[in-house]
């Protein structure tokens, strides 16, 4: 059996973890620089406030109904999760963290003490949210899509307290059924729009179709999709999140840019990024995409893209940094008001196998990388960086409605004042 725990509006709730006071009150979350809404808590979300919208759009709509508004405080979100993820992990010796909010657990030879799965759920639940105040759904199900499908249901379908189980044929068949295709975890916008037209609406539509069918028409993803959601596991914990083929670091800024150092110390900013991304996955790229944009709405439209060819595939945030310095003034155009840039690394390989040059020496230093990673993982992001990522207040980004940072900043402790 798989289980799937989850937080409901992960950043949404996390904003209420430490403020008791908006824990009954609608609350929104927003993207970088505020502009749109990347988490709607389930009290907002019966307000009809549209997800993914553009906040000046909804501005009116908030004022409406009190809605309180957050700038997205990755601090607190990631330290939040870690706590949230080290309670989960004592209800199962396999566990398996999908997303900053999403745990897998696989009940492999591991027997809870509670045999039943539906009291189980609920006491995983009631454990994250004494201990961390934070509100999860959890699914199990025979294979990690349908623990998926189970979780969905748990958290959004009508019918189920926070918890469902799918442990046999009527209940896979009736989650299935009242779920849409494109509910289905791997089936994207376009795919469930291609299925669609082919009259497969609903989950249990996708289950019910033949494997290879669907392996000729789109991949083997899908044909392995359809396999789950009929109770055959196909995925293992590496392919549930493998690496990833691409990394990019892209930012808008909080206000518009003209300054050249500015925008070169943000290039290097996101080469770092991308460098310690790389590192973390034990990749190299061959390839460095940079590229920086005016805004569309300007009257004078400006977007420029360049590719850095490496002689060697790297990872180090120096020798990736080198590469600003090479196309910088390709890439910078006076007069232009910048509102975006970014870097990307492409061609993709594993450090493990990689054929040396032997007229091309590689520039990566791994053991100065490996203290820049530590001393950063120990002391907080950015404690040690690069002389020329140093970043400026005229591209840092725009958060305006930014709650403390309770977790990591001393100054930021939660105060309780005691009336005797």
Known sequence: MYALVDAVSFYASAEKVFDPAIRTKPVVVLTNNDGCICAVCPIARKL????????????????????????????????????????????????????????????????????????????????????????????????????????????????????????????????????????????????????????????????????????????????????????????SWDEVRQDKREIFSTRSFGKRLTDPIALKTALVSHCVTVGKKLRQQRSVTQRLLLFVASSSHEQVYYKKSLIYDFATPSSDSCVLASAVNQLFDQLYQPGIQFYKCGVGALELGSVQFQQPDLFAVSRDNSKLMNCLDTINKRYGSNTLSLASQQQTQSWHMKREYLSPHYTTRWHALPKITCDL
């Open 48 to 235: 009809n406030i549209p997800k993914f919208q553009p906040y000046f759009k909804v501005k009116h709509l908030f004022a409406k109904h009190n809605v309180i508004v957050r700038s997205s405080n990755y601090e607190l979100y990631a330290d939040l999760s870690d706590k949230m993820m080290n309670v989960i992990s004592r209800f199962c010796d396999n566990q398996h963290i999908y997303s900053i909010d999403e745990s897998f657990l696989h009940f492999n030879g591991f027997t809870p003490l509670i045999r039943d799965w539906h009291q189980y759920g609920h006491q995983i639940r009631r454990t994250v949210w004494q201990e961390t105040k934070l509100p999860v759904g959890v699914g199990f199900g025979p294979t990690p899509t349908l623990a998926k499908a189970a979780n969905h249901a748990a958290k959004k379908l009508t019918g189920f307290d926070g918890v469902a189980i799918i442990d046999s044929e009527s209940s896979r068949k009736k989650i299935l059924a009242m779920m849409d295709v494109s509910d289905v975890w791997g089936v994207g916008k376009r795919i469930a729009k291609k299925l669609k037209l082919m009259n497969i609406h609903s989950a249990l539509d996708l289950a019910q179709q033949e494997p290879r069918r669907m392996k000729r028409q789109f991949s083997v993803v899908l044909e392995r999709t359809v396999n789950e959601l009929n109770g055959v596991a196909c995925l």
